[in-house]
């Protein structure tokens, strides 16, 4: 099983900050890393993604950054909002295979 | 509104016995996902299906059965083989396997 390890596996950000999680996989051949929003109780839904040959997308807030090199990407949330708070997902997937995710980071946003 | 229903929403089981989870979509995916989701172990895939009348297994299929009769409908089995139902079951479909998955709100199965 090709992993995707994810980390930290809780955050706590002050309102206005920047939360970072990263995102390390195994798989060379992934060639789509999407990141899910996931708030208590919901089911999980897509904010962001990125394929690897860019190395930084950015929607509002949001921004993934790649190192194809490293197999790293990770996420990052400016001016962290206390409605940012969720478990966010990261996950990796190669051409038209299921989708191999992280374990999930709590990020808590303390006003 | 199109989207992923699942149901119930909250389900109680005696431990032993079989249980349905619903699983239904109107967006004419093609293909539909079955997660499991547990506290501080992502999501693990189950089954998933590309067509009608196909299915193959995920990482963690021992315990679990599906159909798949209609394309609108995906329903998962828990049988009394899974050693520990318990958990956040999660219902997903994408238009084709390897495309944007959408997820139903979860059903939290809880066997005592």
């Known amino acids: 099983q090709q992993q995707v390890k994810q980390s930290p596996q809780s955050l706590i950000v002050q309102k206005g900050g920047i939360s970072i999680i990263n995102c390390a996989y195994e798989n060379t051949a992934f060639d789509y890393f999407p990141w899910y929003q996931q708030f208590p109780g919901k089911g999980p839904a897509l904010l962001i993604a990125?394929?690897?040959?860019?190395s930084e997308k950015k929607e509002g807030r949001f921004t993934i950054s790649f190192n194809k090199s490293a197999k790293q990407f990770s996420l990052h949330i400016m001016d962290s909002q206390p409605g940012d708070s969720a478990t966010y997902f990261c996950a990796g997937r190669r051409g038209y295979s299921t989708l191999t995710f992280g374990k999930g980071t709590m990020l808590l946003v303390s006003p | 509104d199109g989207g992923i229903t699942q149901s119930p929403k909250y389900l109680f089981r005696k431990e032993g016995q079989n249980v349905t989870l619903s699983c239904e979509q109107n967006l004419n995916h093609d293909a539909m996902y079955w997660y499991r989701q547990d506290p501080g172990q992502g999501l693990r895939l189950i089954y998933y299906s590309q067509i009608v009348n196909d299915f193959q297994k995920g990482d963690i299929a021992e315990g679990y059965s599906v159909s798949r009769e209609k394309k609108e409908s995906f329903p998962l089995t828990v049988t009394s083989a899974q050693k520990n139902p318990t958990a956040f079951y999660l219902c997903a479909s994408s238009i084709e396997r390897g495309t944007e998955a959408f997820f139903g709100q979860g059903t939290r199965l809880t066997v005592v």
């Open positions: 990125i394929r690897p040959d860019v």
